[in-house]
């Protein structure tokens, strides 16, 4: 049977205006706002307001010279609309951090309802972080879990509080001289999240953190940092969201993770900026021996995404998992994938990448799978699934791989698929709209990622999907 | 004739990107009744059953097909299954990441939204039925929560076809082919579904190219296809006759004119 194109309903992922849930926005109620564009100025406000040693204010220093120097990606999706000095780089929505939600104010507080967080926290969250602009505007950790030690705060209090771990650690995985964003990143940083967990202990339930942009114009540098002592684990989950605007904003977050001897994490991201942010993103995490490091990375929402979360296995038998999801949708760009280093014996990795891309949307993969020489036993499986809803979207795959060592097993798979005829036609036969069928059929394709989830978060994705194709029929 | 025909094919001619493959197919089901159709390789059996879902890429070029009264050649698939309509697939596709629960779930939610008696899916009922049903086909309950049709062997994809039909409870099924690549017990569980549906309220066309599957599912009918047309019907001696003298002398037998290919 020969694949005659089959009129597929209207799919919305999310991302369009007339669609985004997320896109109202309060008025800019800020405490202190940095003047549009970077420079040293900037980069001493922010590190003044936060009190900061000076060991941090020179770090930032440097960061800020490093951006300067460092030349945009010559790679990737084009940034050249991007514009600097168009930005606010810092703004600080409220004085003070609350530990309750009655201590945020009512504006801010009704953001964070609207996107259902206090409820979630009640519901089945160890700790919230919820972040508002520049500033974590609330942070709250169960008793329980401090009691056994876990620090789960926003950066800055880290910086005040546990100078000894956040110097130890702070820079070492993702260092400013990485890439210009991390350079960027590392100079004016802002709220993000710190988390360590001592050893042998478990927090059973997620942590979460919630990002929201309200600002036009806004750049958000949220930095976090996880150390998970030896054997501990810990399951760490960001959502974002933000205004509908005709100007553009910037989110460039660095997250590093470090996994000690034994210990497991686990960092799952839902990514729903709305259409108008780019989102540069640097995600590197470090596995010791018999570590693990998983990474899951729902990219759904924002204008262009750039993001590879990395796991560097450095100890015998440590394991690194990268699940990547991306959506794009009308006028989107998602370049992800993930890159898994292995620098030790016996370490192994799964990368697992699934895209649709729709409306003229692009989706590439974009991976890297590193062996450093003379090593022993290693395995490797990379899988790579586009689907592609229509001919006007597109997707690319771009994997590298670097193998120095002999004893390697690796394994590569990527595949191309577009919803088929013969798919559609047999859901059909059995009672399914044709809508219906496209979506059980979508569906399935990102169920590997959906079941990795917890599950408020499955029929959260589930939901947010299915909602936006069944407001696009008829 | 006292039944009331329930499913007729009147002249049916149809093709696929301008080329002919149904040229002139009358075909009429009494209810209740079980039909097969028989015929060699390339004669039109399967075209004949993916026109009457509706399957898409097929172009019908004059004729009717008439379901409950209804002509249903305007109707979309989903439609036709609401109206009772099933097809056992000769070669049902996979679906990725749906497991079987779900999908049946959603089919009979469907079915039931779409037979529009206001009807509300038992999810206790449903699950005791499809225990059942995967029961009787000889499948073990762990298919349920399996990717629908993905890594099942021919025989396990076959049985499952007859589950759904088990479960959907259509009044009129096509099996396109089932029997083929079946062995003999595979081919007896399968029959057994066939047989459990039989009754005043079911009819069925069984597409067949070998008698084997008649000696457990015995039809009211046998009807023989050739060339885009049923050249032949007759009762059931009709396919153990087909199955001595084989399609080769089928043409001389039936005494056919055959029409010149474009």
Same mark, same amino acid.
């Given at each position: ?419 088929? #005829? ?13 809508? #219906? ?38 | ?117 206001? #009807? ?143």
């Amino acid at each position: 049977m020969k694949d005659k194109a089959i009129t597929l309903p209207d799919i919305d992922l999310g991302t369009s205006p007339d669609k985004y849930k997320y896109g109202f926005r309060q008025p800019e109620r800020s405490v202190f706002k940095a003047k549009k564009g970077l420079n040293r100025e900037v980069v001493m406000q922010i590190s003044d307001h936060k009190n900061e040693p000076d060991w941090m204010r020179r770090f930032r220093l440097k960061a800020l010279e490093i951006f300067y120097q460092k030349p945009m990606p010559n790679w990737g999706p084009d940034l050249s609309a991007l514009n600097f000095d168009d930005i606010y780089y810092y703004i600080k929505p409220v004085e003070k951090q609350g530990r309750s939600w009655e201590e945020v104010p009512e504006e801010i507080k009704d953001t964070f309802d609207k996107l259902g967080i206090p409820e979630a926290e009640r519901k089945f969250l160890a700790g919230v972080g919820a972040q508002y602009d520049s500033e974590v505007v609330y942070h709250n950790i169960r008793e329980e879990l401090k009691k056994k030690g876990v620090i789960f705060v926003d950066p800055e209090t880290a910086v005040q509080e546990y100078p000894d771990l956040v110097r130890e650690y702070f820079g070492t995985i993702v260092p400013p001289a990485d890439n210009k964003f991390a350079a960027l990143n590392s100079a004016v940083w802002s709220g993000g999240s710190f988390i360590y967990v001592p050893p042998g202990v478990q927090v059973d339930i997620p942590l979460q953190a919630y990002f929201r942009i309200n600002a036009r114009n806004m750049g958000q540098f949220e930095r976090t940092l996880i150390i998970a002592d030896e054997g501990s684990f810990v399951h760490y989950v960001e959502g974002c969201t933000a205004p509908i605007y005709t100007t553009d904003s910037l989110h460039s977050a660095v997250v590093e993770i470090i996994a000690k001897k034994g210990a497991r994490v686990r960092y799952t991201t839902i990514q729903n900026w709305s259409g108008n942010v780019y989102n540069l993103v640097t995600k590197r995490a470090v596995a010791h021996e018999e570590a693990t490091v998983e990474w899951v990375d729902g990219n759904i929402g924002s204008k262009i995404t750039m993001k590879y979360p990395a796991v560097y296995l450095l100890g015998r038998k440590a394991h690194g998992e990268i699940l990547s999801v991306a959506f794009a949708g009308k006028g989107q760009i998602q370049d992800t994938g993930g890159k898994v280093v292995h620098v030790a014996d016996d370490t192994s990795s799964l990368i697992t990448s699934k895209s649709i891309s729709k409306d003229g949307g692009q989706a590439s993969y974009r991976g890297l799978l590193k062996v450093y020489p003379h090593l022993k036993n290693i395995k490797s499986h990379v899988v790579c699934d586009a689907l592609i809803m229509d001919e006007a979207s597109r997707t690319d795959t771009y994997p590298y791989i670097e193998i120095e060592s002999d004893d390697v097993s690796i394994e590569h798979e990527a595949r191309v698929s577009k919803i088929s #005829e013969e798919q559609v036609f047999y859901l059909m036969s059995r009672g399914l709209s044709e809508s #219906e069928a496209a979506m059980m059929i979508v569906n399935g394709f990102i169920e590997p990622l959906v079941k990795q989830l917890p599950m408020e978060y499955a029929v959260e994705l589930n939901r947010l999907i299915e909602l936006e194709m069944e407001g696009s029929v008829g | 004739m006292s039944k009331k025909p329930e499913f007729v094919i009147e002249d049916l001619h149809a093709g696929i990107e301008g080329r002919p493959i149904l040229r002139g197919v009358n075909l009429r089901v009494n209810v209740g009744e079980v039909h097969a159709l028989m015929g060699p390789n390339g004669s039109g059996k399967s075209t004949l059953a993916n026109i009457i879902l509706g399957h898409p890429a097929y172009e019908v070029t004059r004729g009717r097909i008439l379901f409950k009264g209804q002509d249903i050649l305007e109707l979309g698939a989903d439609e036709r299954a609401h109206l009772g309509l099933f097809l056992a697939f000769q070669y049902p596709v996979e679906i990725p990441g749906v497991t079987v629960a779900k999908f049946l779930k959603r089919a009979l939610e469907s079915r039931i939204a779409g037979g529009g008696n206001g #009807e509300k899916l038992s999810v206790p009922k449903f699950i005791k039925e499809l225990k059942e049903s995967m029961k009787l086909m000889g499948l073990d309950e762990q298919f349920v929560n399996r990717y629908l049709n993905e890594g099942f062997s021919g025989g396990e994809k076959k049985r499952m076809e007859i589950v759904q039909m088990l479960m959907l409870k259509p009044e009129f099924a096509i099996l396109d082919e089932t029997d083929s690549g079946l062995d003999i017990d595979a081919l007896k569980i399968v029959a057994q579904g066939v047989n459990r549906m039989r009754g005043p309220n079911f009819g069925a066309l069984i597409i067949t190219h070998y008698q084997r599957i008649l000696n457990y599912i015995q039809p009211d009918k046998v009807h023989i296809m050739y060339e885009g047309r049923i050249v032949a019907s007759g009762g059931p001696e009709l396919s153990e006759e087909l199955e001595k003298y084989g399609y080769e002398n089928i043409r001389e037998k039936f005494g056919i004119e055959t029409q010149v290919s474009a």
